[in-house]
């Protein structure tokens, strides 16, 4: 099974800020026919279902706003948020999809 | 627009059986991979169990292969899962979601159902 190792488990962010998270995953997402990696990344805001926000690593889901940003590739992976909003305030999970399915434990953006 | 509604919840007993419905609607659903996914109380998010556009190919997680079944009816556009010989640890939000056009990530979510094992 591919585990999937999200950091760090919760950030206190200010509205403005800059903000990555990392996912890493225990074996490689690459699939070298297609050169894609099979990742995703979702949003959950508290009391809603999950929201896509990125996949094959980097593509961004239509109408998901531009400062989300996802890169990497093989085992290491980041979701950037260039200029957190009040808004963004959520747990973020990544997802593997290249082995059946397997998402990482999580990490909450909190206000600072 | 894009909905699942999720049904079939509620409160059972350890070792029985209970079975949700997910209603599909604004998409051909008989051309689209489904899935059920749970989140416990307070925790992440847990794949439990996939099937593919004509039911060809099903999958399921370690922790509900063998008890858990899941089906669907494409005429009437709906997702089944089946659950039987339920532990508390079964307890958690149960989603209904969709593959993705392109790949196996999940697009849309529904708002999800709560399955509650206790005596």
């Known amino acids: 099974d591919i585990v999937m190792t999200q950091t760090p488990s919760s950030q206190a962010v200010s509205a403005g800020e800059k903000v990555t998270m990392s996912c890493k995953s225990s074996q490689s997402l690459l699939y070298n026919e297609n050169k894609k990696n099979y990742l995703a990344w979702y949003q959950q805001k508290p009391g809603q279902s999950p929201k896509l926000l990125i996949y094959?690593?980097?593509t961004r889901e239509s109408g998901v706003p531009d400062r989300f940003i996802g890169s990497g590739s093989g085992t290491d992976f980041t979701l950037t948020i260039s200029s957190v909003q009040a808004e963004d305030l959520a747990v973020y999970y990544c997802q593997q999809y290249y082995n059946l399915n397997t998402f990482g434990a999580g990490t909450k953006l909190e206000l600072k | 627009e894009v909905q699942l509604v999720e049904s079939g919840g509620g409160l059972v007993q350890p070792g029985r059986s209970l079975k949700l419905s997910c209603l599909a609607s604004g998409f051909t659903f008989s051309n689209y991979g489904m899935n059920w996914i749970r989140q416990a109380p307070g925790k992440g998010l847990e794949w439990v169990a996939s099937?593919?556009?004509?039911?060809?190919?099903?999958y399921y997680a370690d922790t509900v292969k063998g008890r858990f079944t899941i089906s669907r009816d494409n005429a009437k556009n709906t997702l089944y899962l089946q659950m039987t010989s339920l532990r508390s640890e079964d307890t958690a939000l149960y989603y209904c979601a969709r593959h993705g056009k392109r790949g196996n990530y999940f697009d849309y979510w529904g708002q999800g159902v709560m399955v509650t094992v206790s005596s």
């Open positions: 099937i593919s556009s004509s039911s060809s190919y099903i």
């Open positions: 094959w690593a980097s």
